[in-house]
């Protein structure tokens, strides 16, 4: 049997992207995407707000050229990691690991709210090559 982890993620960050470079001297930028999940029974708006990690090069694209606000799709795959937190309680959590992503804007500029077909703007390409799934 062969196991698939890819998840594709539409959204606009919720704040601006928060990057780090680690001891090591890797780039990390970490962000919330908010993703409508539909309406509820009430009416209300449903959201789903999702973490999301990058790291390297996709890193560096994203917290030079994406903000608060900013119309994104991502491509990566569901991480979870375990820790246990200052009081000693095991935690998890569960977030989208980044390996590439794209601009999206509506294609109205004059700033109305009428919704019209989104436009793709591909991200630039990354400077180092971002490995492509084992298919093994």
């Known amino acids: 049997m062969i196991d698939m982890n890819y998840s594709i993620l539409v959204g ?8 780090v470079i680690t001891p090591n001297g890797n780039t990390v ?7 409508s999940a ?4 009430s009416g209300t708006k449903l959201v789903n707000f999702i973490d ?3 790291w390297h090069s996709c890193a560096t694209l994203i917290s030079s050229m994406v903000k608060q606000g900013t119309l994104v799709a991502v491509y990566g795959k569901l ?7 200052n009081n000693n309680i095991k935690r998890k959590k569960t977030f989208i690991s980044v390996k590439d992503f794209q ?3 509506h294609a109205n500029k004059s700033g109305d709210k009428n919704e019209q ?6 991200a630039p390409a ?10 093994s």
Do not use: H
């Open 79 to 85: 991480v979870t990691e375990s820790y246990t937190d």
């Open 126 to 135: 990354p400077t180092e090559p971002v490995p492509l799934p084992n298919n």
């Open 38 to 41: 539909g309406v509820s029974k």
């Open 12 to 19: 606009r960050l919720t704040s601006d992207p928060k990057t």
């Open 103 to 105: 601009f999206i804007r």
């Open 29 to 35: 930028t970490n962000f919330t995407l908010a993703n």
């Open 52 to 54: 999301c990690q990058a």
């Open 117 to 122: 077909e989104p436009t793709i703007i591909p």
